[in-house]
């Protein structure tokens, strides 16, 4: 731990997930902020990996070296009953009903629906003959 880092006991409760045994490293995603890095004694292991893709609770000496992720070395681990763990979750937004956004649509039957009307009656050469005399001096009888 980085030496002009701050220390200080902690709990941060998220998803555990991303362990890495060999390393003895976890990271949890809490509810809100930033990934948590983690770091676990040899005798936690078992516990670390069943608790794995589960909500959990963890309590330890946090670090927070400075402009780095907050890092925590982990004393004491809770695999939080009842709360929704990775599986849940994704079983869960995976069987959400998603709305139809054509459900209300109806089929085009006329396609000049597609274009504004006309603002007369005129034809197109008509309008644009009334256009050309509009720009054109006037020339006063004489």
């Not at 070296?65 to 004491?76: T, Y």
């Not at 681990?77 to 869960?92: I, N, S």
């Not at 649509?105 to 005129?122: G, I, S, T």
Request: overall charge negative; proline content about 9%; hydrophobic content about 35%.
């Amino acid at each position: 731990m980085a030496a002009n880092g701050k220390r200080a006991t902690t709990t941060v409760t998220g998803l555990l997930l991303e362990a890495n045994w060999k390393e003895h490293t976890a990271e949890i995603y809490p509810d809100a902020g930033p990934v948590v890095k983690v770091r676990f004694p040899e005798d936690l292991s078992d516990a670390i990996q069943r608790a794995a893709r589960q909500r959990v609770r963890v309590t330890g000496r946090a670090t927070r070296p400075r402009n780095g992720p907050r890092r925590l070395q982990v004393e004491e681990l809770e695999v939080l009953d009842g709360a929704p763990g990775l599986d849940e979750m994704l079983q869960t937004a995976s069987a959400q009903p998603r709305a139809d956004p054509f459900a209300h649509a109806k089929p085009l039957v006329n396609v000049w629906d597609l274009f504004p009307p006309l603002p007369d009656e005129r034809s197109a050469d008509e309008i644009i003959e009334d256009i050309r005399a509009c720009r054109l001096p006037h020339q006063e009888d004489e």
